[in-house]
T-cell receptor, first 112, second 116 residues
Framework: GQQLNQSPQSMFIQEGEDVSMNCTSS?????WLWYKQDPGEGPVLLIA?????ELTSNGRLTAQFGITRKDSFLNISASIPSDVGIYFC????????????FGTGTRLQVTL | GAVVSQHPSWVICKSGTSVKIECRSL??????MFWYRQFPKQSLMLMAT?????????EQGVEKDKFLINHASLTLSTLTVTSAHPEDSSFYIC????????????FGDGTRLSIL
């Protein structure tokens, strides 16, 4: 099946720093989504991208849908302790209806 | 709006027993729900698509006789892990498709299943 590779796998940063993570695929996707998951909970949608080249912001978060439709990145500016968690990209590939494929995840730790 | 509730949130049971997990859409009707499994420090892996009024569609490698899915109403899908064994211990998450939401899927808070 399709796989979405995320990098980095984990990050340790200081409060106030900016963070960047990305997601790549071997095939094209119609939709790119970024989720955050806290321990013991379901994922929560952060940003949704629907068009190649689209750049969308949600507060301190910015994400872009790659022009090739095979990648996306998520930036977090001025990180705070509550940004700690696991970030997953996900996407819809053509012909898969509403099924989502999830990325491998990026674990973020923020130190004071 | 668009709340999805899972029950129970945590269950421990003996090897060989069957366990039922419920997924409810509380304030909307969902013809399609999804079941995922997540092992520690891993991603969410889709197990099956649950369709109201019809048979579930299972992903490759998922045993349909072991993971029974029933979507008998527009607000409830159930996943039954039959004859559970320790290797079935995992975090099970459901999601539901809201017909008028701009979010593709709305996720429940998951069920932690531990088989002793």
């Amino acid at each position: 099946g399709q796989q979405l590779n995320q990098s980095p796998q984990s990050m340790f940063i200081q409060e106030g720093e900016d963070v960047s993570m990305n997601c790549t695929s071997s095939s094209i996707f119609n939709t790119w989504l970024w989720y955050k998951q806290d321990p013991g909970e379901g994922p929560v949608l952060l940003i949704a991208l629907y068009k190649a080249g689209e750049l969308t912001s949600n507060g301190r978060l910015t994400a872009q849908f790659g022009i090739t439709r095979k990648d996306s990145f998520l930036n977090i500016s001025a990180s705070i302790p509550s940004d700690v968690g696991i970030y997953f990209c996900a996407g819809h590939s053509p012909g898969t209806a509403s099924k989502l494929t999830f990325g491998t995840g990026t674990r973020l730790q923020v130190t004071l | 709006g668009a709340v999805v509730s899972q029950h129970p949130s945590w269950v421990i049971c003996k090897s060989g027993t069957s366990v039922k997990i419920e997924c409810r859409s509380l304030d909307f009707q969902a013809t399609t729900m999804f079941w995922y499994r997540q092992f520690p420090k891993q991603s969410l892996m889709l197990m099956a698509t649950s369709n109201e009024g019809s048979k579930a569609t299972y992903e490759q490698g998922v045993e349909k006789d072991k993971f029974l899915i029933n979507h008998a109403s527009l607000t409830l899908s159930t996943l039954t892990v039959t004859s559970a064994h320790p290797e079935d211990s995992s975090f099970y998450i459901c999601s539901a498709v809201h017909p008028y939401s701009n979010q593709p899927q709305h996720f429940g808070d998951g069920t932690r299943l531990s088989i002793l």
